[in-house]
């Protein structure tokens, strides 16, 4: 059992072991607990060997199994696909009918497990270098203008005969000092954060090794600050002694002047790259939120406000039989349907956004015998499907109750059937109902009613209505062609689990209890699982995309606090800097708001030039992303210009104080003060 299973139900105690559990009227014995970092399959308390008759895994055609295997030792991947496709050609030979285009996909377990997160990965990967490299480049800014500060003290040391060489590695030494304070601060706040962290991942991330600080993120934090010690403190360093004592031993303003010359152009290129990365993230950051925004309001195709949703599997032993099945369902809704507060009812073989299953069709007149027929999502049902989930009737009917007896009479005649022969001359008699989506009319009968029309599917089905478009592979997929069957389609494996849908008068959680108990007054030794709503399934599906924008986002925030506070740096030392040519302005009739203009056109100069570069690269960045977002494209004008205008406005906001101490420069003051 799962860990989560074994403290909930039996409380952590180490005697739950070699203790009788029932599970659907089978008695097992509890032989273990798995650890709780283990949550795959993502849905799975409990674990059972798996009965390997016919019987039990179900006939050829049965595609739902998946196998795991270890390479022997030096077989490479290829070799097991290219081996495994011998046997699938070689069965697709003797077994045409359900070995048709069926190939073996074979990939390392690694990518089954974390594939679907390789972009997001990286993505976020990158976020967290690019807010390192803008935090490294204020902390550089700081350096030049403490560089700036330190001349007159390195050119008395080099006066003194200190080599240039040795000076270097003194400020090397610092920044690197530096450097690694800022990063065994950053450990001890990642030792502090990394099981909350553990504790916020969804659950959808596996984790067979508990995240933690461990000897590799110790070792590249090391490696980081090492590097990002030296290649930013290189600069200041050089610059610091770059420049001749004579010349660093003249007049305070003079000194300034030389500095500013020098060094200006290092700093503001720090200052606009700063910017430029910083509209990258929040460019990535409102994509990703724009995307969120999409799926939040995308149509599913359902009204889920007032559904409830649970899962029924009926143990094999117990029900081995068409008749076991279809008896136990059709109970089963006449009495969810009489319950007080339930407005409508259906049993169905799947979930809207939960996947599914999926079938060949012939449409006679649109392919030969040797084409492959076009694969069409199928979900069978009973009750009122589509009243439950608001699925509108756009064209023709719904089934009719002489629709699932037509059906469940030919399920009979076709399970009663001992040879292939006789299958296909049941098949000759019956033409069935079925109910097709708005994208299957469109693809198969465009321009005309498809109401009426024939598709194949080892039985003639007649279409009788067409219903609207519905989500079955999640929100980001668009829908595919769909047929409804009647639900006794798939009761040849009565044991195969059934969906309870529920639409509620009230609030649908209030309906869980009822529907249980209705459950266990049909038998009490069966349970009821994944009880949900469908806003809660539907809030499921956008998890991945809302942990990739929330984080982002977070790290753009960071990136729009750390340019605005290197943006005010900047211009800080700028004016410090120009307070004598401030003054010597002021004292010859320049205005304050003059003074003002020209502080904002050196600080507006740099943030357009970050933004234009940070436009330019976000647009290549932001094809890295394509894969991610819904509803937007990677060059989106709207979130390219809303961010744009964000991050002006906020280093703009940044310059307020340096503005506003370069208005109150006191003439007398700074020239008294050269």
């Known amino acids: 059992m799962s860990n989560g299973y074994w403290k909930k139900h039996f409380g952590g105690r180490h005697d739950a072991l070699d203790k009788p559990l029932v599970l659907n009227s089978e ?18 308390d409990l674990w059972i060997p798996l009965d390997m008759s016919t019987d039990k895994v179900g006939g050829r055609g049965s595609h739902q199994w998946k196998a795991l295997g270890r390479l022997k030792r030096g077989v490479k991947l290829a070799q097991a ?26 990939k390392p377990m690694r990518e089954d497990l974390v594939g679907n997160f390789q972009a997001q990965l990286w993505i976020l990967f990158g976020a967290v270098a690019l807010v390192l490299v803008i ?23 080099t006066a003194l005969g200190a080599g240039r060489g040795r000076l270097v590695r003194q400020l090397l030494t610092e920044s690197v000092l530096l450097s690694l304070l ?56 050089v610059e610091s002694v770059g420049v001749a004592s004579t010349e660093a031993l003249k007049s305070k303003g003079a ?23 910083s509209l990258a993230l929040l460019a990535g950051a409102g994509l990703l939120l724009r995307t969120f925004a999409n799926l939040r309001a995308t149509d599913v195709g359902v009204r889920g406000d007032h559904v409830l949703t649970a899962n029924v599997r009926l143990p094999h032993d117990k029900y081995k039989t068409f008749q076991q099945g279809q008896k136990f369902y059709g109970q089963l809704l006449q009495k969810i349907q009489a319950a007080p507060g339930v407005q409508a009812a259906a049993i169905t073989s799947k979930l809207p956004l939960l996947g599914g299953n999926n079938t060949y069709i012939a449409i006679p007149g649109q392919q030969t015998a040797e084409m492959t027929g076009p694969l069409v999502e199928l979900t069978s049902f009973s009750g009122d499907y589509f009243r439950s989930f608001g699925i509108p ?26 040879t292939d022969e006789e299958g296909k ?35 003639e089905f007649q279409v009788v209505g067409v219903v609207g478009d519905v989500k079955q592979q999640g929100l980001r997929n668009a829908a595919m062609p769909e047929t409804y069957f009647p639900r006794a389609w798939d009761l040849s494996e009565p044991s195969r689990p059934f969906s309870v849908v529920v639409q509620s008068t009230g609030p649908p959680e209030r309906l869980t209890g009822t529907v249980r108990s209705v459950v266990q007054s049909l038998d009490s030794s069966l349970a009821l699982m994944d009880v949900k709503t469908m806003p809660q399934i539907m809030q499921e599906s956008m998890t991945d995309t809302q942990y990739e924008a929330g984080f982002l986002g977070g790290m753009a925030l960071l990136a729009l606090i750390l340019a605005a506070v290197g943006t005010y740096g900047v211009m800080s030392y700028v004016v410090g800097q120009r307070t004598n040519e401030i003054g010597i302005r002021m004292a010859l009739g320049a205005s304050r708001l003059h003074i003002v203009g020209m502080v904002l056109r050196q600080a507006g100069t740099l943030i357009g030039i970050g933004i234009f570069l940070g436009l330019a690269g976000s647009a290549g960045g932001a094809r890295l992303m394509k894969a991610l977002l819904v509803g937007v494209k990677p060059v989106d004008s709207a979130t390219y210009t809303g961010v744009s205008v964000l991050l002006a406005v906020v280093a703009l906001a940044a310059c307020y104080l340096p503005v506003r101490r370069a208005m109150r420069v006191d003439p007398m003051v700074a020239l008294r003060d050269e």
């Open 255 to 277: 000194v300034a002047a030389s500095a500013s010359h020098r060094g200006h152009w290092l700093r503001d290129t720090l200052i606009a790259g700063e910017i430029a990365l």
């Open 393 to 418: 009737l756009l064209s023709g009917r719904e089934f009719r109750a002489e629709d699932h007896e037509l059906t469940a009479k030919f399920m009979r005649e076709i399970i009663a059937a001992k």
């Open 182 to 237: 800022g990063g065994g601060l950053g450990l001890a706040i990642a030792f502090g954060g990394v099981a909350e962290l553990r504790n916020l991942l969804p659950a959808t991330v596996p984790q067979p090794n508990p995240i933690a600080v461990g000897f590799v993120p110790l070792a590249f934090t090391f490696g980081a600050c090492l590097v990002v010690g030296i290649l930013f403190g290189l600069a200041p360093a």
């Open 27 to 44: 008695t097992y014995t509890v032989i273990g607990v798995l650890p709780s970092w283990y949550s795959l399959p993502g849905r799975s």
């Open 425 to 459: 001359a049941v098949a000759k008699k019956y033409v069935l109902a079925a109910a097709i989506n708005q994208t299957m009319a469109r693809t198969f009968w465009p321009k005309e009613d498809a109401v009426g029309k024939i598709f194949e599917n080892f039985v």
């Open 135 to 157: 935090g490294c480049a204020n902390v550089a800014n700081l350096l030049l203008a403490r560089a700036t500060g330190r001349r007159r003290k390195i050119a008395v040391r």
């Open 81 to 106: 696909r290219a081996d495994l496709q011998v046997i699938s050609d070689r069965l697709a030979k003797l077994y045409p009918g359900n070995n048709r285009d069926v190939n073996p996909i074979v």
